[in-house]
């Protein structure tokens, strides 16, 4: 699995950890050499937290996405958007050419096309993707 690391990835999540170390030695009393464990688990819990409802505000994309279904690429390489909207993206594969529909948010039912669509499960930045069809 490779995750794509982009500028925004990293600032969300230096700030994130940044913003727990700072608040961990408020949190719980320890003093420097102590508060290295107790601020990592915070930082990881502070992550899992904010991190999914920025990428939605800032509608950023997830730091993975899956190998394609038609020929088996590993991680894409997913070329241009054919089409995006607030809920869904659709793909090309870089490989075969094949279009395959990723949904940000669970669709309805009568949304799910026929061709190949996956859904994006939680934590969302890290790109955890279930396959619907």
């Not at 894409?76 to 995006?84: E, N, Y």
Request: charged share 15%; hydrophobic share 40%; with cysteine.
């Amino acid at each position: 699995m490779f995750l794509r690391l982009s500028i925004p990835d990293v600032a969300i999540g230096a700030g994130i950890f940044g913003l727990a170390g700072a608040l961990a030695p408020n949190l719980c009393a320890c003093s420097l050499p102590e508060i290295y464990f107790p601020g990592f688990a915070i930082g990881i819990v502070t992550y899992l937290v904010a991190a999914p409802l920025l990428y939605r505000v800032f509608r950023l994309r997830p730091m993975h996405f899956p190998k394609c279904p038609h020929c088996g690429a590993p991680d894409g390489p997913w070329g241009i958007p054919a089409t995006t909207q607030s809920k869904c993206e659709q793909l090309i594969c870089g490989h075969c050419g094949a279009e395959t529909t990723f949904w940000y948010n669970n669709p309805d039912s009568s949304e799910v096309g026929s061709g190949s669509s996956y859904v994006l499960r939680w934590p969302r930045p890290l790109g955890i993707w279930k396959r619907l069809s």
